[in-house]
T-cell receptor, first 114, second 113 residues
Framework: DTEVTQTPKHLVMGMTNKKSLKCEQH?????MYWYKQKAKKPPELMFV???????INESVPSRFSPECPNSSLLNLHLHALQPEDSALYLC?????????????FGQGTRLTVV | AQTVTQSQPEMSVQEAETVTLSCTYD???????LFWYKQPPSRQMILVIR??????QNATENRFSVNFQKAAKSFSLKISDSQLGDAAMYFC??????????FGTGTSLTVIP
């Protein structure tokens, strides 16, 4: 199984809503990532979890709250988002050691904030 | 600072022809990894090819090959016998030890039938 599965694929939410994005992998990878991507732009790193601990937070606003309940799951909790937060949110995973270095990406969640 | 530069925002190639996408990077690290990812309209980022910096031999994967010039910090992707399914956004990426990936700005490739 070389898949990273993200749900939902599309999400429309109001600015007062609370929602969560989910990401799952069963490759035994110990590093998991959240990226935000605007149209025709590269992915922007938001968070990195390494061995289920938050290791990188790229100064992301607190209305985005990551959670790593176990080594296979990564969530992104959303609250009081702004329209400019509308984007494609990508989850990725990789082995947390040299020799297994590429990141595997999910298909993303297309988020629209209205 | 780690940076990755793709100087060609858009490229086009005739079907069955060859195209080269350029990428340069800046790093003070000696041990790192380089990647080309493809992102079709379906959105998923797919690994095309990777290169370990300590290897002098250029990586190849079927119709895809790289020209890795470590001293020049250059990592170009050559696509041979281009196919319609190759049309996508291509991102060059770089990773040092640890978990941080750095992406270039991308090149949008159009394949003309």
């Amino acid at each position: 199984d070389t898949e990273v599965t993200q749900t939902p694929k599309h999400l429309v939410m109001g600015m007062t809503n609370k929602k969560s994005l989910k990401c799952e992998q069963h490759m035994g990878h110990r590093a998991m990532y959240w990226y935000k991507q605007k149209a025709k732009k590269p992915p922007e790193l938001m968070f990195v979890y390494s061995y289920e601990k938050l290791s990188i937070n790229e100064s992301v606003p607190s209305r985005f709250s990551p959670e790593c309940p176990n080594s296979s799951l990564l969530n992104l909790h959303l609250h009081a988002l702004q329209p400019e937060d509308s984007a494609l949110y990508l989850c990725a995973s990789s082995q947390d050691q040299l020799g297994y270095t590429e990141a595997f990406f999910g298909q993303g969640t297309r988020l629209t904030v209205v | 600072a780690q940076t990755v530069t793709q100087s060609q925002p858009e490229m086009s190639v005739q079907e069955a022809e060859t195209v080269t996408l350029s990428c340069t990077y800046d790093t003070s690290e000696s041990d790192y990894y380089l990647f080309w990812y493809k992102q079709p309209p379906s959105r998923q980022m797919i690994l095309v090819i990777r290169q370990e910096a300590y290897k002098q031999q250029n990586a190849t994967e079927n119709r895809f090959s790289v020209n890795f010039q470590k001293a020049a910090k250059s990592f170009s992707l050559k696509i041979s016998d281009s196919q319609l399914g190759d049309a996508a956004m291509y991102f060059c990426a770089y990773r040092v030890t640890g978990n941080q990936f750095y992406f270039g700005t991308g090149t949008s490739l159009t394949v003309i039938p």
